[in-house]
T-cell receptor, first 114, second 112 residues
Framework: NAGVMQNPRHLVRRRGQEARLRCSPM?????VYWYRQLPEEGLKFMVY????????ESGMPKERFSAEFPKEGPSILRIQQVVRGDSAAYFC????????????FGQGTRLTVV | GDSVTQMEGPVTLSEEAFLTINCTYT??????LFWYVQYPGEGLQLLLK?????DKGSNKGFEATYRKETTSFHLEKGSVQVSDSAVYFC???????????FGSGTRLSIRP
């Protein structure tokens, strides 16, 4: 019974490249969340998705960032034309559909832009 | 909108001391409340939760009681250990099954 799987764990990109972060939710979970954490800071909500739908993207920067959760396969957080300020830990979490349930977190992807 | 406010850190205590980390929330509905813990270099792990008023969540010696009248969910432990050193996050998820909202986190360091 695997938990939330994120890959890669570490990702290094040069400025201007694209970063693709993957998240496979726990079995049976239909909701996925993405959060960003800067060093020594808290978690900033980015986006909340169900299968094939974006429910809440109020925390996503308007440009360069996108997220999807297709019917088949993992959820993807995509950052185009990365800049140094994108360097952070990106965490994915998943939960079942039911309200008031907790989310289970992956180990995170640490993105470094050089 | 919904929000969570928790005690600023860092908090430094000696081993076996009593711990309280304060957490208050603002929500329009009837949220579920959570405490998560993050050890260095890792993701967040659920520590405990409470889904309705007056519920007490407990795990590994930690406790928190859902207080609707004071909109609080303070984390307590009677005797902390060095291994409890971590960052603790208070969080809520409202009844509409929306996103989970986190507080800013409290870094806890325990001295031997």
């Amino acid at each position: 019974n695997a938990g939330v799987m994120q890959n890669p764990r570490h990702l290094v990109r040069r400025r201007g490249q694209e970063a693709r972060l993957r998240c496979s939710p726990m079995k049976g979970h239909s909701h996925v969340y993405w959060y960003r954490q800067l060093p020594e800071e808290g978690l900033k909500f980015m986006v909340y998705l169900q299968k094939e739908n974006i429910i809440d993207e109020s925390g996503m920067p308007k440009e360069r960032f996108s997220a999807e959760f297709p019917k088949e396969g993992p959820s993807i957080l995509r950052i185009q034309q990365v800049v140094r300020g994108d360097s952070a830990a990106y965490f994915c979490a998943s939960s079942p559909r039911e309200a008031n349930t907790e989310a289970f977190f992956g180990q995170g992807t640490r993105l470094t832009v050089v | 909108g919904d929000s969570v406010t928790q005690m600023e850190g860092p908090v430094t205590l000696s081993e076996e001391a009593f711990l309280t980390i304060n957490c208050t929330y603002t929500a329009t509905g009837y949220p579920s409340l959570f405490w998560y813990v993050q050890y260095p270099g890792e993701g967040l792990q659920l520590l405990l939760k409470a889904t309705k008023a007056d519920d007490k969540g407990s795990n590994k010696g930690f406790e928190a009681t859902y207080r609707k009248e004071t909109t609080s969910f303070h984390l307590e432990k009677g005797s902390v250990q060095v291994s409890d050193s971590a960052v603790y996050f208070c969080a809520l998820r409202d009844s509409s099954a929306s996103k989970i909202i986190f507080g800013s986190g409290t870094r806890l360091s325990i001295r031997p």
